[in-house]
């Protein structure tokens, strides 16, 4: 840039200054068919060129127009692009400062070192958020997971040092072939469709960051459908608890505890995370209640749940144990996958008919204990320690129960 009181300036500095923008295609090296679409700037004299993280067939573009031939959303985001470069411009006309197409572009999407490489700035981010205490250590855990996976498929692609700006639309296509083929486990299991989108939407979340960083100009994801498939909630209804609670267990210490286990979370909602990690000193006295008073491992927030009875009593059943005696514990101690397989022998030996894991436990809590006992929904959200009440209302289906219940009182009313 140059400033006006440059004596180095000459007349021709002062002419209008006039700016053209096209919108061309250019072909994708690895295929045969994609092309990316780039942005021109032309302006007194200078030009500038930058890709607008789009990318189509050269059927969908329509070169005179510079437009896409159908698609109305990604003419919208040129045209969005477009009033952006005419408002950088308009800000530099301001400052008095003689300018070229090539810092319109620097304002615009920063200098070439700002690009940062995807996989580095998905790590940087990660840092920054844990540190700032934005994300738990849970959360941090899944968004490494996303990065392994992205990694994974740049590794194989040879493009682990791809900048941000060259991951369009075409990239996550190709990410999204990649997560639907690869194994997830030794057992060979593929990825549900549910654990793509996610994995989409850290990546999503990542490229959101760099656009409110000054790093991009466009997220390359705003035109991709992630699929979230309707959430089916498992849980144990009121008869099924009584078949689980009734089964005689005399003289098998083990499946006695993995039931209470189970039972303790049907009554307070915990993860089995923080079911695990739930010492006596959680256990506190509110309003001259007892409650237990928790920050959530997943998402760190701070919970305070009601004891209800059957809760209380298994509590008190294992004042004397050594876990509790020796480590403050009050569950036995057991692994996830432990239970989860102790779970599915009581399932068989109660006759339910289901593949019994302990979350069951939180949706049996959320349906069949507060749900279906007309609590409202708002006190479920608090006691589930949900963030966002659409969570919640995932479970707010109208169960047999309920349904039952609703005509009984009807029929009370309309025979009066």
Known sequence: MIHLKNKNVSPETFLPKTMTIKFYLKPVKSSNSGFKIY???????????????????NTDWNAQKEEFTKNTLFNQQLSNLKMKIY??????????????????????????????????????????KVSDGSWSKATRRLYLSSHQYLAAFLSDHRAKEVNIENFDLTVIAKFDDYLRQVFWNDKGDKLSTTSISKHHTRV??????????????????ANFKLSFPQAKREYLTKNELDKLNNLDLTN???????????????????RF???????IEH????????????????????????ILNPAMAIIDKYNWSNFRRVKGFVLPIYTNQCVNRYLKFLANLAGLGKNLTHH?????????????????????????????????????????????????????????
């Open 204 to 221: 999503k979340t990542v490229f959101g960051d760099a656009i409110s960083r000054g790093k991009l100009a466009f997220n390359p994801y």
């Open 252 to 270: 098998n210490d083990i499946l006695v505890q993995i039931r209470d286990i189970f039972m303790f979370s049907c009554y307070t909602g915990l």
């Open 360 to 416: 069951i436990a939180r949706h049996t809590c959320a349906t069949t204990i507060l749900l279906d006992n007309d609590v409202p929904i708002e006190v479920v959200s608090h006691w589930l320690g949900h963030t966002n009440i659409k969570t919640t209302q995932i479970y707010a289906k109208i169960s047999h129960t309920k349904l039952q219940n609703q005509s009984a009182r009807l029929n009370e009313i309309i025979n009066i």
């Open 87 to 128: 408002r950088v411009k308009n800000s530099l006309d301001e400052t008095g400062i003689i300018y070229t197409a090539k810092d319109i572009k620097i304002q615009l999407i920063g200098t070439k070192k700002s690009q940062e490489v995807l996989l580095d700035y998905f790590e940087q981010l990660i840092a920054r």
């Open 39 to 57: 942005t021109q700037i032309v302006f007194n004299r200078s030009k500038a060129e930058f890709t607008t993280g789009l990318s189509c067939k």
């Open 273 to 279: 995370s923080d079911a695990m990690a739930l010492k």
């Open 283 to 306: 256990i506190q006295i509110i309003n001259n209640e007892p409650h237990i008073r928790v920050d959530q491992i997943k998402t760190g927030e701070r919970r305070e749940i009601p």
